[in-house]
């Protein structure tokens, strides 16, 4: 997990993205690399214009996106790593393309290890939503990625809450998740919620069988639960209503799920939404 990459739109919420990015590489000892990109928006009546003005238009985009990044980047330059005296590495890089399509070529071809980015972009759309950019973002990329809510402040790792279904590669999320866990003393809590009563045997059954993988796991770094409700999304909003947890972990199997996690229609109902990171894990490993 050496390289992060922080799509930065200039909003603040971007921002602040980008700050709980450098906690996260402070202790991880990652480098970080702020990524900016942008459409050509073509002024009425300049359709047919030569090439030259295009390639003008795009460079002093271009340069003007670069400084800014730069600026951000320089209030951090005094940050160094928890381990050791060394600055953090801040990265920064602007591109002329389709923003989310732009950002999943970027992550592949440099071999980005994670991405970090808000959940509202610079429009300023009142809706709290997984925006098309981040939903793009998951469903393009093969690697974790974080949501950070507006409202989220970075206060540690402690408490990790895994939202699993029993997905056939738990264990591989869970494996990466303890990894992660080393460096924030984290305490890992998988939990499924049964929204059919018909099922509890075969639940209980599949958790079993998942705590299996870990019966030499000291308690305080892994625990086990399944609460019951009709609806996933409330059961778990109960559960991180009456815990405090910093970080909430699901897959992307179900997208919708993900979606309900953010849409507007849930921000009420779901409390941690205002607060809570969500990391997106994906299945595939990198070699």
Known sequence: ??????????????????????????????????????????PMGMEYSSGVYMQTLNAEIKYDRKVRLQEIAEKYGDTTYNTNNKKL?????????????????????????????????????????????????????????????????????????????????????????????????????????????????????????LKRNYFFTPVNQINFKILTDKKVERGLEEYLTENEVDLVVVTPKERKFIEKLFHKSMTKKLAFHSKIPVLVAKNERRE
Do not use: R, W
Not at 3 to 31: G, M, T
Not at 178 to 191: K, P
């Open 89 to 209: 590495e801040v990265h920064y890089e602007v591109q002329e393309g389709v923003a989310a399509d732009s950002i999943a070529a970027y992550a592949e071809d440099k071999e980005m290890d994670m991405v970090i980015m808000g959940t509202k972009g610079a429009s300023g759309l009142e809706e709290v939503l997984l925006g098309s950019i981040t939903v793009s973002v998951i469903d393009k990329v093969d690697i974790p990625v974080f949501v950070i809510p507006e409202n989220s402040e970075f206060k540690g790792l402690k408490q990790i809450v895994y939202a699993t279904d029993f997905d056939d590669k738990d264990t591989e999320v869970i494996d990466t998740l303890q990894h992660l866990g080393e460096y924030f003393e984290s305490e890992i809590t998988c939990l499924h919620v049964n929204t059919d009563p018909a099922l509890t045997y075969a639940d209980d059954l599949s958790m079993n069988m």
């Open 1 to 42: 997990m050496n390289k992060i990459l922080v799509p930065i739109d200039f909003s603040e919420n971007a921002l602040n993205a980008f700050k709980y990015a450098i906690e996260v590489a402070k202790e991880l000892e990652s480098s970080i690399t702020l990524f900016n990109t942008y459409p050509i928006d073509i």
